[in-house]
């Protein structure tokens, strides 16, 4: 099986004047042309030295966990790479000449190899390499995840071909992991559009980068990514939908653009004065803690439970600008990669501002966990409608509370108005100026409160829209 070959044996000096007279080789080849053929020859005669053990058929190595760790790399296959240019002991420069191919060493897995050699792409690609580590993907890894992708795991170096190249969309290395997301995806708006018309519709890494991958609900990388293709998307969306800033603010895109999708309120932990999401630190769990300690029944956290939470935050994070913002968004990761043709996206007002309207009858309270992604803990429903939670979270202001109730009857004439478009604009317009005017000074009144007894901080999606 393996161990008949033997490695050449070189003085460091004939290596050298080997290296010197292939690389004149090698120019007068790629002078005469670029054939498959020439390029096998501007293999490093040391690159074939490897490849005249490995490109053997079958040969492979047991590894301690059992598997079998495949050992043969084709020569076409790394003459047409992108790496054709690099050399093997570029990336393998810890293999011992002397001993390699004929003293059996072991190694437990395939992950611990592909571990121990992360580090061979860094010289060359430092930029990818920087981004990469400051993703979710790498925060898996410190975290001692086996199943996050590491360089290797998106790109054969042996193989690796331009990424100008394009490839039917099952081919992106985001699918192998993330089966069930690709799956929707590819039957979706832009999975259709993608395999029609090619790379002007997005496809995973367009939306949520390549090496910069981040915990998707974190922040608005995502829906700037939307933004980026859909430049007037803000105006062609304010020409029906009131306050089209706060509805951004307050919905997700895929909770109106997956018109199957269920529907939920999201109630973040968000620092105030950070401006961002609250997140854990690595190896603090708090979250779980307290949130299973404040509904021992395990029946979703009521207003109490979630207010003194709040508190507990605020404390933890000594510095009392811990706050709930709300946004509603799909149930699951999958239903945000089923979007829709736009005729199909939901515009009716009613869906949710109605008395017991579907998307508010699902509430969680999420935190960040420490590489990004968001833990969840139930809430319940009636939280968003009690007034009590109004007055003991002090300002603390959830979607969908009291404030749709006050939309429910001007919704009733806003239906009537929409009988006639163009007078129904003009009605819709003037209730809303007028009903602006009301919450403006609801909200002053409350934030006057708020100032005064200065606890839990307020927060709404103005306070934010400077963000
Ligand atoms: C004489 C044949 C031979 C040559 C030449 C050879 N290898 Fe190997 N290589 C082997 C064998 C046999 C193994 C399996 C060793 C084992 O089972 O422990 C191996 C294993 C490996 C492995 C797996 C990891 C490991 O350390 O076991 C890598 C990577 C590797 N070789 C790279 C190279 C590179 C790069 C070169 C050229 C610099 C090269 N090999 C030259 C025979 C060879
Ligand atoms: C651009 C860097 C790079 C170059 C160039 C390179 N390798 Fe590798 N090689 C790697 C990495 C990284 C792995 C680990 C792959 C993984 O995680 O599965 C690897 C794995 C291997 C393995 C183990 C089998 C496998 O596929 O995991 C062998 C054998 C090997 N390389 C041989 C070679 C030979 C021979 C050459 C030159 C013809 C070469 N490599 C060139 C980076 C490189
Ligand atoms: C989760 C999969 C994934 C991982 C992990 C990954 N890449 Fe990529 N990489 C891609 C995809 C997809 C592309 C296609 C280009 C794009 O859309 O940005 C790409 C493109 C590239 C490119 C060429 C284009 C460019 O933008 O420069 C290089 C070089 C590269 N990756 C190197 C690396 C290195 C080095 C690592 C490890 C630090 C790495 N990649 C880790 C998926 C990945
Ligand atoms: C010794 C330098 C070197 C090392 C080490 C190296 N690469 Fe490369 N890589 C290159 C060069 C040179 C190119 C060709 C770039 C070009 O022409 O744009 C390339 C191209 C690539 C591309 C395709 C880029 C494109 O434009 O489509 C990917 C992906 C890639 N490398 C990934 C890796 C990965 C993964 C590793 C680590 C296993 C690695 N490289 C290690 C030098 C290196
Ligand atoms: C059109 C943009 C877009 C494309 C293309 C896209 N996604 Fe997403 N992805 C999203 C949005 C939006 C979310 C939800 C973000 C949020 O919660 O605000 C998401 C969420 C995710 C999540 C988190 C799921 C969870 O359980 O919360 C993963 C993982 C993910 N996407 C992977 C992928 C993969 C893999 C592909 C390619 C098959 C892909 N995405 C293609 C926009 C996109
Ligand atoms: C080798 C497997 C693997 C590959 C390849 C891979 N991922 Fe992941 N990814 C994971 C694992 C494991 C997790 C953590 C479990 C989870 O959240 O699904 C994760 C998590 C994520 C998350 C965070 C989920 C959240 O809750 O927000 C996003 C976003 C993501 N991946 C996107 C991508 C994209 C985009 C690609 C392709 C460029 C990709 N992944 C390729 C394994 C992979
Ligand atoms: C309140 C629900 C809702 C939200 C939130 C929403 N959309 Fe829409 N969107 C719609 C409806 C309904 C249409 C169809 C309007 C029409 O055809 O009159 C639409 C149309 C679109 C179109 C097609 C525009 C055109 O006319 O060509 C795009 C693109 C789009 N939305 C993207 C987005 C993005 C990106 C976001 C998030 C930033 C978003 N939408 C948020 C409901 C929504
Ligand atoms: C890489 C560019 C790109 C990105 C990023 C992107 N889209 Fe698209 N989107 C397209 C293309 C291209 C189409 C199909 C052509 C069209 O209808 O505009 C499309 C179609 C749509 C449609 C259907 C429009 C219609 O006319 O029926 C909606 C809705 C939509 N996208 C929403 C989103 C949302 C939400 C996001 C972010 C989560 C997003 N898109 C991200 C390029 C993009
Ligand atoms: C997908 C659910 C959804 C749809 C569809 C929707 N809204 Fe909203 N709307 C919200 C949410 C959530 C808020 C934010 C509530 C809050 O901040 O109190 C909101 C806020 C508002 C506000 C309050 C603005 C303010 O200044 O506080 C008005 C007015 C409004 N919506 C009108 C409409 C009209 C008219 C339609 C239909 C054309 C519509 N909405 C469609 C969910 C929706």
């Not at 109004?390 to 108005?417: P, Q």
């Amino acid at each position: 099986m393996s161990g008949s070959c033997t490695i050449g044996k070189m003085s460091p000096w004939s290596r050298q004047i080997g290296i010197f007279i292939l690389a004149a080789v090698a120019l007068v080849l790629s002078m005469v042309g670029n054939t498959a053929r020439a390029a096998d020859k501007e293999l490093s005669k040391e690159d074939r030295a490897c490849l005249s053990c490995h490109d053997k058929e079958g040969l492979s190595k047991p590894l301690e966990n059992g598997d079998t760790l495949a050992l043969q790399i084709s020569t076409a296959g790394f003459v047409e790479s992108m790496h054709l240019g690099t050399s093997c002991e570029d990336c393998h420069s810890d293999l011992d000449a002397k001993t390699h191919g004929k003293v059996k060493h072991s190694i437990k897995s395939k992950r611990e190899f592909s571990l121990s050699m992360r580090e061979s792409c860094r010289t060359c690609h430092k930029k990818r390499f920087t981004e990469y580590e400051d993703s979710v993907h790498a925060a898996l890894i410190k975290e001692g995840s086996t199943k996050a992708p590491l360089c290797s795991d998106c790109h054969n170096p042996h193989t690796v071909r331009s990424v100008k190249i394009e490839q039917p969309i099952e081919q992106t290395p985001c699918a192998r992991c993330h089966k069930d997301i690709f799956n929707a995806y590819s039957v979706d708006v832009h999975g259709k559009e993608r395999i029609a018309k090619g790379a002007s519709a997005p496809l995973c890494a367009n939306c949520h980068q390549a090496h910069a991958v981040k915990a998707a609900s974190l922040g608005d990388s995502v829906k700037n990514a939307c933004l980026v293709c859909h430049k007037n998307t803000f105006e062609m969306h304010s020409d029906w939908l009131p306050n089209t800033a706060l509805h951004f603010e307050a919905i997700s895109c895929p909770a109106c653009h997956a018109p199957n999708a269920q529907r939920r309120v999201n109630l973040r932990l968000y620092d105030g004065t950070l401006k961002r999401q609250v997140s854990e630190k690595m190896g603090v769990p708090q979250f779980d803690r307290l949130t299973d300690a404040a509904d021992t029944h395990d029946m979703g956290l009521d207003e109490r439970a979630l207010w003194s939470l709040l508190k507990e935050f605020n404390h933890e994070a000594n510095n009392g600008r811990t706050v709930l913002r709300g946004r509603l968004e799909v149930r699951s990761g999958l239903e945000a990669h089923q979007l829709s043709e736009k005729s199909k996206a939901l515009k009716d007002c009613n869906v949710c501002h109605k008395q017991g309207a579907a998307p508010f009858q699902s509430v969680t309270l999420t935190i960040a966990g420490s590489d990004g992604r968001p833990l969840h803990h139930g809430v319940q429903k009636d939280v968003l409608n009690s007034l009590t939670s109004m007055e003991s979270v002090s300002g603390f202001y959830a979607i969908g509370s009291t404030r749709i109730k006050l939309l429910d009857t001007l919704l009733v004439l806003v239906l009537l108005g929409a009988i006639s478009v163009p007078l129904g604009h003009m009605a819709i317009t003037r209730i809303f100026r007028g009903l602006r005017e009301k919450l403006e000074a609801e909200r002053a009144a409350a934030a006057i409160q708020s100032t005064s007894q200065n606890s839990a901080g307020a927060m709404s999606p103005h306070d934010d829209a400077s963000k």
